[in-house]
């Protein structure tokens, strides 16, 4: 077996095309609040669970408390970010 070493340019590969969809996921986030939204969603179907958790550790890196709501048999995740619930007025 090949060291994993062996296998860095199809990580890196696969790791700009998820910054750049979760770059395009948190921009939409930003925008809803933005736009005076107190809570915004992103419904993800059949994604990758490496998007994901990336979009959501980024969210809890900005200082969010995102949640994942449902993981219905068709793939479908919601991801929620209240801005209440991050600033910690609300449980």
Do not use: C, W
Not at 50 to 70: C, H, N, Y
């Amino acid at each position: 077996m090949k060291n994993i070493s062996e296998y860095n340019h199809l990580i890196e590969k696969e790791m700009e095309k998820y910054r750049k969809d979760s770059g395009k996921i948190l921009q939409k986030f930003e925008e809803k609040f933005n736009k005076g939204s107190i809570v915004a969603t992103h419904h993800f179907s059949n994604a990758s669970p490496e998007l994901i958790g990336i979009v959501k550790s980024q969210l809890e890196q900005a200082g969010f408390r995102p949640e994942l709501i449902g993981n219905k048999p068709d793939g479908h995740i919601t991801l929620r970010v209240s801005l209440l619930k991050s600033a910690g007025i609300v449980a």
